[in-house]
């Protein structure tokens, strides 16, 4: 049903792509109305017979395929080169256990069902852990690209916008650190940090020309999170002295292997923090988390030719046609007029009456053409 929505068949989706980041006119929004669906809410969608056994719901609603490589620098964490690290169950406890593995990281996991770990320890506590455990496994020399070959291949005879998704410098710092210790290192040690973030930046700046001369790329996303719903997990000033150089830097360097599309990947609210990123060049952010306080609207007044996917509140899904309507009209045929937009839910699509987010697409497909 939903893919009775035509666009023109002489633009690839990639050209669509490219075009409305670069706030040129289209035929139609990139389809990429959700970034996932909770497994409940498949699940209670099948029960209703509203969605076929087997079939994904990004498929069945004609949804724009997401592709990205990272040349084993990683998404949400960065590869290290070396033996994969072991794990080992060091204590059962009911229906949990215990782990910890070779690098020093312990963790609590149920043994039945799916949820986020608990983290007990992460392997970096100390300039000893990052210089000894850490540090030596990060050598742009020894560097695993893993199956970089047959990706760049793909991208490359592909009509799909393809993306370098790449770890930021926050989430790099926290997968070695915990938010927690995170926080009092910026004071307590901060040498360490900034000897970590210039190997985040040498790692980057000297394995991506591979990756940027093997594949097609049509963008770079940065996986951050590094806000929750009262503001940034950083404030300005810290942002100032131990991220800003380092971004700045990085900008530069994929600027000259010819790209130019920056998007940011955090949740939460941001705050003053978007503001410096998009001072340094940072040009687009998903999701504009809006239960977290992000206002796509009064963020476009101020940075007009910043581009913007998402920022559809998830929640109006769980009400009536009503608030999916009033959501939907007083954002998207704005956005969607001054361009450089995609129309997509803040987060993944909740348990929620299938009517709702087929009423959804319905507004946003019609709307954005």
């Not at 810290?238 to 150089?245: K, W």
């Not at 130019?260 to 978007?274: A, E, K």
Request: negative net charge; aromatic residues 14%.
């Amino acid at each position: 049903m939903f893919n009775a929505f035509p666009r023109d068949e002489t633009i690839t989706r990639r050209e669509r792509f490219c075009r409305l980041y670069d706030f040129e006119r289209v035929d139609s929004h990139v389809r990429w109305e959700a970034v996932e669906f909770w497994g409940e809410t498949g699940a209670l969608w099948r029960a209703s017979g509203g969605l076929p056994d087997g079939v994904n719901p990004m498929d069945y609603y004609g949804m724009d395929p997401r592709n990205g490589i990272s040349g084993n620098l990683g998404f949400t964490s960065m590869a290290l080169s070396g033996p994969r690290p072991e794990t080992h169950v060091i204590a059962e406890e009911g229906r949990t256990r215990v782990y910890r593995n070779d690098l020093g990281q312990v963790w609590r996991d149920r043994v039945n069902g799916v949820s986020m770990p608990q983290w007990i320890r992460f392997p970096v506590e100390s300039r000893d852990d990052w210089e000894r455990i850490i540090k030596p496994r990060l050598k742009p020399e020894d560097h695993d690209f893993g199956n970089l070959e047959e990706e760049a291949a793909r991208s490359r005879t592909s009509d799909d916008a393809w993306g370098l998704w790449i770890v930021g410098l926050y989430a790099f710092w926290r997968n070695f650190w915990g938010e927690e210790k995170l926080a009092f290192a910026f004071y307590d040690q901060p040498d360490v940090l900034h000897d970590m973030a210039k190997c985040w930046l040498t790692m980057h700046c000297e394995c991506t020309p591979r990756v940027l001369s093997t594949a097609r790329i049509d963008y770079v996303m940065f996986h951050e999170d590094m806000a929750f719903r009262n503001g940034p997990l950083i404030g300005p000033k810290l942002f100032d002295s131990f991220m800003a150089p380092y971004y700045r830097e990085l900008f530069a360097h994929l600027r000259n292997h010819g790209q130019h599309r920056f998007l940011l990947d955090s949740d939460g609210n941001n705050g003053p923090i978007l503001e410096q990123f998009a001072d340094l060049g940072m040009n687009g952010l998903y999701p504009f988390e809006v239960a977290a306080g992000c206002d796509a609207l009064a963020f476009r007044k101020e940075h007009p030719r910043f581009f913007v996917w998402g920022a559809i509140d998830k929640r109006v899904l769980l009400g009536t046609r009503d608030d999916v309507e009033r959501e939907v009209m007083a954002k998207v045929p704005v956005l969607w007029e001054t361009g450089g937009f995609i129309p997509s839910i803040d987060h993944s699509v909740p348990p929620c009456r299938q009517e709702n987010f087929e009423f959804f697409l319905q507004l946003v497909r019609t709307i954005c053409r």
